[in-house]
């Protein structure tokens, strides 16, 4: 008569794994995954205001507004504007820290229709290895 016995922590640690961790992952990192990045003329006169060189901040106004899905793109777009190598590498961090992200509208129904894609998914294979029903 065993309060806790292996199948219980088995199932525990199952259910850990395989529900509660990839459900809060989702939950946690689908809206940040699913956004646009932008320049936006308020984050370039912020940059004025923090002293950062002409030299750097002219060549963004062609990017301002402009979205790009991933934000090292962005970046990387930015390194190819700016002629200095040195001076972007010196500004890097106040200019990553002026792109604003677009949110993607309704984002919480994909996470829904990613969330019940990923549990039947989970429910057909452990149909595939426990056809009983036991876990």
Known sequence: MDIINWGDIR????????VI??????GTYMAAALQSHQITGPGLWQLKRTKVPD??????????????????RLMSEVE???A????????KKKIEAQ??????PAVEYIFLVTLAAYY????????KYFPDGQV
Not at 21 to 26: H, K, R
Not at 120 to 127: D, G, Q, Y
Request: charged letters at 20%.
């Open 55 to 72: 030299a750097v901040v002219e060549p963004l106004h062609e990017l301002r507004l402009k979205p790009y899905f991933f934000k090292f």
């Open 11 to 18: 199932r525990g640690t199952l259910a850990i794994v395989l």
């Open 99 to 104: 792109i604003s992200g677009i949110p993607m």
């Open 21 to 26: 961790i990839p459900t809060v992952l989702l």
């Open 84 to 91: 200095d190598p040195t001076l972007y590498n010196k500004y």
């Open 80 to 82: 190819a504007r700016i």
């Open 120 to 127: 039947w998914i989970l429910w057909f294979s452990t149909r």
